[in-house]
């Protein structure tokens, strides 16, 4: 290839690590590519799970960005969130269908929360946005574009609660959009158009807010650092009090979704103008001092 014609490569720091860009890292596959894409996820064996919002609605990628199998679901009409836990359970959110679906690791289903087509005002669901489960497989939903509010449900899918409203003051929110379960058991919610992250505990109870954000989109933590995309666009890398420790820039408009692999790259669902693509953050060593 002409080195006219190659495609820049960039590099970024947040502070801690250095990284190298791979976009777009998905390779070209006669099965179709990426469209409009909401939130990715990688299992067990570092497969990264895409979700799009038309059928079909997840793209699985091995490794090697290698497209390696696809899933479609009639009920999976406007694909928003999606989590994978520890036993790589699949968790999808269809925010216009106001549901959740639960697949277990071989992508059969479990249990839907939510009703099809069925919104609800101040209860499961009114165009959710984004779901997290904690260790103990309980099951948290930002509620975010209809209603305002977080709700918890057990690991079967029981609904054991629901906390927020629609304000700016502590505990309540403007567009809840992410949500994570961080180690210490805080649940942190991006409250996007507040321009914050809220911190409660697993019951609902307000804690704090982490602020200096701005339009935070998702949020993903490795243990001890957590991450947040923002509309900046950017990647922000915060320690569990909640003090930027460092940043770097994404591409495309913004980064919609987030995910870390075991080596310390960070895939990022980057919608822009033009191109739609999972970009991968190569993690390549330690921040230069």
């Not at 180690?183 to 109870?205: E, K, Y």
């Not at 947040?228 to 770097?248: C, H, I, M, W």
Request: proline share 6%; with cysteine; glycine share 12%.
């Amino acid at each position: 290839m002409n080195a006219a014609a190659e495609e820049p490569v960039f590099f970024m720091t947040d502070g801690a690590s250095n990284y190298r860009m791979v976009r777009p890292w998905q390779k070209p596959s006669p099965r179709g590519d990426i469209g409009v894409i909401s939130q990715l996820a990688l299992d067990s064996r570092g497969r990264v799970f895409v979700l799009q919002r038309t059928a079909p609605q997840l793209l699985i990628y091995r490794p090697d960005g290698q497209l390696d199998e696809v899933y479609e679901n009639p009920r999976l009409t406007s694909g928003h969130g999606l989590f994978i836990d520890a036993a790589d359970n699949v968790y999808l959110v269809s925010y216009d269908a106001h549901q959740v679906l639960a697949l277990d690791a071989s992508l059969q289903p479990r249990f839907e929360l939510g009703g099809f087509n069925a919104p609800r005002w101040g209860a499961p669901f009114n165009h959710p946005t984004d779901v997290a489960v904690a260790s103990d497989g309980e099951i948290y939903v930002s509620d975010g574009y209809g209603n305002a509010c977080v709700h918890r449900f057990s690991a079967r899918g029981e609904h054991l609660g629901t906390w927020g409203g629609v304000g700016q003051g502590p505990g309540e929110f403007s567009t809840p959009h992410g949500v994570w379960v961080l180690a210490d058991n805080r649940v942190a919610v991006c409250d996007r158009d507040n321009d914050r992250v809220q911190l409660f505990d697993r019951d609902g109870a307000y804690l704090t807010q982490w602020t200096g954000l701005l339009r935070p989109m998702d949020i993903w933590s490795n243990g001890a650092d957590v991450f947040v995309t923002e509309q900046a666009p950017r990647v922000s890398r915060l320690d569990l009090s909640g003090t930027v420790r460092g940043r770097f820039r994404t591409f495309g408009v913004y980064g919609h979704g987030l995910w870390g692999g075991t080596d310390g790259s960070l895939y990022v669902a980057e919608q822009g103008h033009g191109m739609h693509c999972v970009t991968k953050y190569e993690r390549i060593g330690p921040a230069l001092t």
